[in-house]
């Protein structure tokens, strides 16, 4: 909440000077409805509030609460829904002094692969990608980025430093985590992206991830190809995630999704996961986003295997 009151201040100071000050409120809600072989249930996975606030042309500022279940073992709110801090930044707008698109960012504030990915892949409402599923990179943590938007739409640049607890912890010691995407668009369907996170458990103890995206974007079908090496103290692991969205037609798509993961430790047992879905995307005006999905979230070779069936809702305005 510290953060939220630095950015809320910086918000007030500034608006003194603001052009056309203004103030935007919108909301993301994510459902469902879930059964397998021996449960089922209702549920509100996800349910953020954005507040975006534009100062001037070079300043805006981002506050978003996210709801969510409390899943910890031995806590007294085991299964409440709690209220937390999921963003809460300052961003300076760099399209003046460098290229459009370009910023800075100070704050608690989205890391910088899953913000990338998900502007290819937007079905978190049926589950996180890979990597933040798996617990290998998050989606938001405490510091400040900034990224250069290259000429000509070919792609930009981003790099950060980070507490590396992700947005629910607090620090707990001084190492810090360095990150950078590089991501290209040297064809009109074809994008291409790299990312490193250099992190320390605490002095030399390692927690290094690398991951490479290959990513056709077209109107009729997305599909991409995620790489993961992933480095805990001294334990390797690996992985990829492929995925695709076939469109059958301007309101019906189709997810199909493979995620495998395996480390030195379960070299014999590999962790596969199978998601196959049908979605239907409502056609609402520019701003507005709904989708129903029908799915199967199939997880298997480390422990019990797991399948799901689902029907979940997701609402964006």
Do not use: C
């Not at 975006?52 to 409440?80: H, K, M, Q």
């Not at 999704?257 to 430790?265: K, P």
């Amino acid at each position: 909440m510290r953060v939220s009151l630095i950015v809320t201040s910086l918000f007030l100071a500034l608006s003194v000077v603001a052009e056309e000050p203004s103030v935007k409120v919108g909301a993301q809600i994510f459902a469902d409805y879930t059964r397998s072989e021996d449960a089922s249930a209702f549920n509100v996975t996800r349910a953020y509030i954005n507040i975006n606030g534009t100062l001037n042309r070079f300043l805006t500022a981002r506050v978003t609460p996210d709801i969510a279940r409390e899943t910890a073992e031995g806590s007294s709110l085991n299964g409440s829904l709690q209220f937390r801090l999921k963003f809460a930044y300052a961003q300076l707008n760099l399209d003046q002094w460098l290229t459009k698109g370009s910023w800075a960012r100070g704050g608690l504030i989205p890391l910088l692969w899953v913000e990338h990915e998900e502007t290819f892949y937007r079905y978190r409402f049926q589950g996180p990608v890979m990597v933040d599923r798996e617990g290998y990179i998050g989606t938001a943590d405490y510091g400040v980025a900034a990224r250069y938007a290259l000429p000509n739409d070919l792609g930009d640049v981003a790099g950060g430093v980070f507490n590396g607890e992700g947005f629910a912890h607090a620090e707990a010691n001084d190492q810090k985590a360095a990150m950078l995407r590089v991501a290209v668009h040297p064809l009109k369907s074809l994008h291409v992206a790299g990312f490193y996170d250099h992190d320390n458990y605490a002095a030399g103890e390692r927690r290094n991830r690398a991951i490479g995206q290959v990513v056709f974007d077209h109107p009729r079908v997305t599909a991409a190809v995620d790489l993961l090496s992933a480095r805990d103290r001294a334990v390797k692991a690996r992985g990829y995630s492929v995925w695709a969205t076939p469109k059958i037609s301007r309101s019906w798509e189709v997810l199909l999704r493979r995620d495998m993961v395996e480390s030195d430790t379960t070299r014999d047992e590999r962790k596969t996961r199978d998601i196959e879905g049908v979605a239907y995307w409502l056609q609402l005006q520019s701003g507005v986003a709904a989708a129903v999905m029908l799915d199967r979230d199939d997880t298997r070779g480390i422990g019990p295997r797991v399948t799901n069936y689902g029907l979940k809702v997701m609402v964006s305005f």
